[in-house]
């Protein structure tokens, strides 16, 4: 069994034990030996849900064997599972079971809908296995991106707002172009990482540059942010196609390719680099998808 997987059932086997507790996304994370940033990204990839989602919805189906099997108040049983309210409660029970507590409690055929098992190592077997994306192994010095910064919740968030975060992002970035005429290279960078914890609104909270690769002790602009991208190697991918079936890539290369690559996540944003081959965004654009590596050691826990 591959390291990634074993860190995902250790993951799975922690939230079981804490459904009434008031764990993080963060200890999960500790738990399974990622960051929060990494290990949300691989447990997309592998379940198809991202965890905070998963989390919720084992949190909703502990609660509803509670309804079913036990007299105790809605309110007892919401604030059990870590929901902060009666009517939060009743919002995502709503959503997931198409009725409301009450009407679950009450009615003679409780029919579970919206609501799984426990996710077993059976379940996690990709179903891009056989997809043969192969990317260009790279050593990229360190280089400096200044940009227009935004914080966002990104895809593995039942928040999600990236879509309407980034490209509005890049055309507030574009349109003050001209502002760094030194750039370097003809990309246009798109950089995301993970606040450290004190920094964030919020647990799942993301930040994203839009940017570009330019001299060191190249003047910021006002309103603009600086970042220092660390040496690394990178593995680049290229997606080709719609801009809107990135995730799919995204999963290839975190749920399939990673964990067959020899490689682990390394510290550091991973990025995005556009030029002209991106066009409109549609079915002949390609971008280039450039993930931090270091070579796996057999001996050691994921990172």
């Known amino acids: 069994m591959d390291h990634y997987l074993s860190s995902i059932l250790r993951s799975l086997d922690f939230i079981e034990e804490n459904l009434a507790e008031p764990v993080t996304l963060e200890a999960i994370s500790r738990r399974a030996g990622f960051s929060l940033w990494h290990f949300q990204r691989i447990f997309t990839a592998y379940t198809g ?7 919720r919805r084992r949190r909703l189906t502990a609660a509803a064997y509670e309804l079913r099997t036990n007299r105790r108040s809605i309110v007892e049983i919401a604030l059990d599972y870590q929901f902060e309210s009666h009517a939060a409660f009743t919002r995502a029970f709503k959503a997931a079971l198409r009725g409301t507590p009450t009407d679950f409690r009450q009615r003679r055929n409780r029919r579970w809908f919206g609501l799984r098992k426990k996710l077993t190592p059976a379940d996690l077997q990709h179903h891009t296995m056989n997809l043969t994306m192969k990317p260009k192994i790279k050593k990229s010095p360190a280089f400096t991106l200044v940009g227009l910064e935004a914080r966002f919740f990104g895809p593995m968030s039942p928040d999600a707002n990236n879509h309407l975060v980034v490209p509005a992002l890049f055309g507030q970035f574009l349109a003050r172009r001209t502002e760094l005429p030194g750039a370097r290279d003809g990309f246009t960078y798109g950089a ?46 290229q997606h080709r196609g719609p801009i809107t079936g990135i995730d799919q890539t995204m999963k290839y290369i975190y749920g399939t390719w990673l964990p067959r690559s020899g490689y682990e996540l390394a510290e550091g944003p991973s990025l995005e680099r556009y030029d002209d081959r991106f066009g409109d965004g549609g079915k002949e654009s390609e971008i280039d998808i450039l993930i931090p590596i270091t070579k796996r050691r057999r001996s050691a826990r994921a990172r």
Request: glycine share 4%; aromatic share 8%.
């Open 192 to 237: 995301c990482h993970c606040l450290p914890l004190a920094e964030r609104a919020r647990e799942d909270e993301l930040i994203y540059l839009a940017s570009v690769h330019v001299p060191p002790r190249t003047t910021v602009p006002p309103g603009m942010k600086s970042w220092r991208i660390p040496a690394c190697t990178h593995a680049l991918f």
């Open 49 to 55: 849900e991202p965890l905070g989602c998963y989390l």
